[in-house]
């Protein structure tokens, strides 16, 4: 099979008659290799070994159980994943009643908050829920507390909005 693409690296002889073909994969594979990104990675991985992957797990492990409870606070929400009790990562998945999770990330956004909506590659378990999708709250080793409370603010505030906009909504049919 030929290849799609000409580039570096899948090309086995070159002359002004003819050219043949690097064996699979190599031939489907045209371009520079991804040199500066296999740096880039190496690089990354060594500074996490600085930090130590034990003390990344522990502190995603902390925030992700403080922001775990930040959000079970907020009674219009649906918390999806372990509880608090079990180990988890720093992610919180979650539906506001009332609110479509789009309208909801689009609203954080606007205020500097970034949230993944979406079914995240799990559309069978979205389905099992009866949900549509899902926000989900995302932290690394480079969150903090402090971060935790302003995403909480800020969807408080933007839950405050969107029920105000209901309220409004009913007084008007």
Known sequence: ???VYGGGEMIETVSFESSTYAP???RFEAGTPAIAEAIGLGAACEYLQSIGMDRVWEHEQ???RYLYD???AVPELTLYGPGR???RGGLVAF???HVHAADLSFFLDQDGVAV???HHCAQPLHGLLGAAG???ASLYFYNNQNDVDGFVTALRSTLLLFAELNATAKTHR
């Open 85 to 87: 009790e079990l180990p």
């Open 62 to 64: 902390h925030l992700g």
């Open 134 to 136: 899902s926000v989900r």
């Open 95 to 97: 539906n506001a009643r």
């Open 1 to 3: 099979m030929p290849p």
């Open 24 to 26: 699979p994969p190599a």
């Open 70 to 72: 930040q959000l079970a």
């Open 116 to 118: 993944r909506t979406g």
